[in-house]
């Protein structure tokens, strides 16, 4: 499973957005500001033209993706009971999209320890790169989170931020969405607690 760190390209990236429902925001301290944080993201991967397919884990009885996010652009809203967002039918779209498969996905969603993690692991043993975007991460506890980011690490990911991915995407303040992109971003990213040691992060 080589991994060959090179610039994000928005014609070469996908974004996939895991599982966040109506039904987990209660038991999850930190939702709302996840929220926020991949709000911003998916709408600059909107305005790069990122595509973007959104998975919800069993909605009828976990409820649709909440609605302060706009998926109206994604290419796919498919759900699953599945852990892992690679189902045949993700698969099938994803070839629709690049013929064979992208060189990198932007991974953002809940819970980390189990549908993330597990989406992760599925795309890295398809030899993709495979960005974690933490402050768009979570799970009901902290821990879990952080040690799903820890052994994410060691598997080959990227550990991120939605600030990291979108200035990567842009490259160039000429470039012709950067007044969009600016405008998302001006705001600070909502604060997720991640933890500081270097070994987790």
Request: aromatic letters at 6%.
């Amino acid at each position: 499973m080589a991994f060959r760190r090179c610039h994000l390209n928005p014609k070469k990236t996908l974004f996939l957005l895991c599982d966040i429902q109506e039904k987990f925001r209660p038991s999850m301290p930190l939702f709302e500001n996840m929220v926020k944080n991949v709000d911003k993201l998916t709408k600059a991967g909107k305005a790069l033209d990122v595509p973007l397919i959104v998975t919800e884990h069993y909605p009828e009885k976990l409820g649709k993706t909440v609605s302060e996010l706009d998926v109206s652009h994604a290419k796919a809203v498919q759900g699953k009971t599945y852990f892992s967002m690679m189902t045949p039918q993700v698969k099938s779209v994803i070839k629709d999209i690049f013929g064979e498969k992208p060189q990198d996905v932007v991974l953002y969603g809940l819970e980390s320890h189990i549908c993330v993690e597990q989406t992760a692991i599925d795309l890295r043993e398809q030899d993709i790169n495979v960005y974690i975007v933490a402050d768009c991460c979570c799970s009901r506890l902290n821990q879990d989170r952080d040690l799903a980011l820890e052994r994410l690490r060691q598997a080959g990911c990227v550990i991120t931020t939605s600030e990291s991915v979108i200035f990567d995407l842009v490259r160039d303040k000429n470039n012709p969405k950067f007044d969009v992109v600016r405008k998302l971003v001006n705001p600070t990213s909502e604060d997720m607690e991640l933890s500081r040691s270097p070994s987790k992060l």
